[in-house]
């Protein structure tokens, strides 16, 4: 059945009439077409970017707490671990200037990146730039003084090394084993579309990666 | 379907060439058992040096749940030191699942080196300059000399005095791994088996159980009787305890008994070793034994059994 221009087509059922009744109680101009499909192309693009934007940052911020603060059962976590590694750092450079001097080259190199530690952002990739310059400096550091060492001053610098190498292990298996992983898989999913354009206007992008940029 | 198969044929031989043909350049753990806290895949260690081993580590996982596991092997292949015994330990769980206070010495003959892996719980007791100071006080120099056993033996009590300090606890260990221990005027006697000291409880147990059914027998009312033949005389009804084999002759003749339950009782009266263990006298030499007999729900003190534990890695090795 064609519907002439002029008359109307109603549509009838208790359900409606509820929102028959709200319809009617708009201004005039809401009530046409164009309205209608305006408000449906707003409720869209706020469930996508509000919605899905506000789930894309809360996993954004899931992964970056296992780099920022998340700890293990013990109490362990890869902040605190590099603080462990600074102390280790401190440590050996005081042992080894003992031994080469206090206006060595070796030492001075690693007493630079141990302060430049404290003005690191607390990010992944500047913080790998200056822990793999340190672990390079205290591994030429400590093989000079060994070199130049004897007795209990060559014990004691290899203790601390000792301590030094072992944490700088546990460090690099706890971030590739616990954010190196998530970070990827975010990655991945942050570049895919829609979430790359959600990501974009929503603040919530790809994450640092614990590695060279 | 010749071609079809013939292609189907080339595809899974490159397949399984691919896999075979893969170097060998990795070597995983091997000869670990969640039973044992060594694993002498090189054949290091005599049957005394093992026995010693596993009474120290059997003691300490009784007393703090921490286990000390020593690994030998000829060589790692393409691992180092730090990342195979971080697999190995990993693969074996020594420790408290939640304490983590598990410790392996990995010892490479053919490499020539050896390495000690805390469990991340004992990670403040054993740091890395720790480590190196134990193994090359008590390690290094039998190591060198090829003395294999007496260096596993003082490193792992050096190790496991750490771990007594650790824990606070008052511990011979040494006279543990001898499997002697002092009393308390201080003189060394031989220990019983931890099996043997726990049959005393089950065996008066049984010794009371027993008197309880004998006086329920003698104070048995003649009640009901179970069917019989009505042909034969009368006869008290006796009851049947299976675990006491043939039931007391009766002062009549009695029907037929019915049929017998063979089955050793609950109390482990059949079942070797059962609540009642080692009797007595010293435990066998030659190494280490399982728990494996004793009934599920028993105590299995006195054995090794990895506790789940794992660890961060990290560690020290020879110097």
């Given amino acids: 059945m064609e519907l002439e221009q002029n008359e109307t087509f109603t549509i009838t059922g208790p359900q409606l009439e509820v929102l028959g009744e709200l319809e009617g109680r708009l201004p005039a101009p809401a009530r046409r077409r164009p309205a209608a499909a305006g408000f449906f192309a707003v409720m869209v693009l706020l469930s996508v970017f509000g919605i899905g934007g506000a789930r894309l940052k809360a996993r954004r911020s899931e992964v970056m707490s296992l780099y920022l603060s998340g700890a293990t059962a013990h109490g362990n976590s890869i902040q605190n671990d590099f603080s462990t590694q600074l102390d280790n750092a401190a440590n050996l450079l005081r042992a080894c200037r003992k031994v080469l001097g206090e206006s060595d080259g070796t030492c001075a190199a690693v007493a630079d990146l141990i302060a430049r530690w404290d003005d690191t952002d607390t990010a992944p990739a500047a913080q790998y730039e200056v822990i793999h310059a340190l672990d390079s400096a205290v591994d030429v550091m400590y093989n000079a003084a060994k070199a130049q060492a004897n007795g209990d001053a060559l014990e004691q610098i290899e203790g601390l090394d000792a301590n030094y190498v072992s944490t700088q292990s546990i460090l690099q298996r706890e971030i590739a084993q616990s954010y190196t992983p998530a970070a990827q898989e975010y990655n991945a999913l942050a570049a895919s579309f829609p979430a790359s354009l959600i990501g974009a206007v929503r603040g919530a992008g790809p994450v640092e990666l614990y590695a060279a940029q | ?319």
Wanted: one cysteine or more; a negative charge.
């Fill in chain 2, 1 to 319: 379907m010749k071609p079809l198969t013939r292609i189907a044929a080339a595809g899974l031989a490159a397949a399984a060439a691919a896999v075979l043909a893969v170097p060998a350049l990795a070597v995983s753990p091997q000869g670990i058992s969640s039973d044992s806290c060594i694993a002498d895949n090189a054949g290091l260690f005599s049957s005394d040096t093992e026995e010693y081993i596993t009474n120290i580590s059997v003691a300490l996982q009784e007393s703090c749940g921490a286990q000390i596991g020593i690994y030998t092997i000829d060589y790692i292949g393409n691992n180092t030191m730090e990342g195979y015994a971080y697999e190995v330990f990993e693969a074996w769980g020594l420790g408290d699942a939640d304490k983590d206070n598990g410790l392996l010495l990995l010892m490479s003959r053919g490499d020539d080196d050896y390495w000690a892996t805390p469990g991340e719980g004992l990670e403040s007791a054993f740091t890395g300059n720790t480590l190196g100071e134990l193994l090359a006080d008590n390690l290094e120099e039998p190591w060198v000399n090829a003395d294999y056993d007496t260096g596993a033996r003082q490193t792992v009590l050096a190790l496991a005095e750490r771990i007594a300090d650790f824990y606070d606890l008052d511990l011979d260990l040494d006279a543990v791994g001898q499997g002697l221990t002092t009393d308390s005027s201080g003189a060394a006697a031989e220990v019983q088996p931890a099996e043997s000291k726990r049959s005393v409880f089950p065996m008066i147990l049984l010794l009371v159980i027993i008197a309880v059914i004998v006086l329920a027998i003698l104070s048995t009312p003649r009640g009901p009787r179970g069917p019989h033949d009505p042909d034969a005389p009368y006869a008290p009804r006796v009851p049947r305890f299976f675990f006491f084999g043939v039931p007391r002759r009766p002062r009549r003749p009695a029907p037929p008994p019915p049929p017998r339950n063979d089955r050793p009782g609950g109390f482990g009266g059949g079942r070797p070793g059962g609540f009642g263990g080692n009797p007595g006298g010293p435990r066998p030499g030659g190494g280490f034994h399982s728990g494996g007999a004793r009934p599920g729900g028993g105590h299995s003190g006195g054995s090794f059994r990895a506790g789940g534990g794992s660890t961060r890695g990290g560690g020290a090795g020879r110097r």
